[in-house]
């Protein structure tokens, strides 16, 4: 029997553990999000995006949760464009990044609060 994998919600939507915990550290944090951010047409359209975060401090910044650094050859240019048109549509310097060797379903939460206190930075 297949063991059952354990389903975690935000604002409504279906997250990852890492996706959940990052959620909770951020309310924690008392910053306000919106989770699962649809820019162009998000998932749906070709060309679309969908932000894991924008976190309102008090201006829109998006914050991604990547599961390793970078991808290698095009699929890497590809993660680097998008953040870029993210970056450039939100008019901030760069996506606020999470990766997934920070940041997965077993780090501990304490933990978890204080890398997003140290990502978001001056958005506090």
Do not use: C
């Amino acid at each position: 029997m297949a063991e059952e994998t354990e389903r975690f919600r935000v604002q409504g939507k279906l997250a990852t553990a890492p996706e959940y915990k990052i959620s909770e550290a951020l309310t924690t944090l008392d910053v306000p999000f919106t989770f699962q951010y649809s820019l162009w047409g998000g998932n749906v359209v070709r060309g679309g995006v969908l932000i894991d975060w924008v976190i309102y401090n008090p201006m829109a910044r998006p914050m991604e949760h990547y599961e390793s650094h970078w991808h290698s050859g095009a699929l890497g240019a590809d993660d680097k464009l998008r953040l870029a048109k993210i970056a450039h549509y939100f008019g901030v310097p760069e996506v606020i990044l999470i990766f997934g060797d920070e940041v997965d379903g077993e780090t501990p939460q304490e933990d978890v609060v204080e890398i997003v206190r140290r990502r978001i930075g001056t958005a506090l």
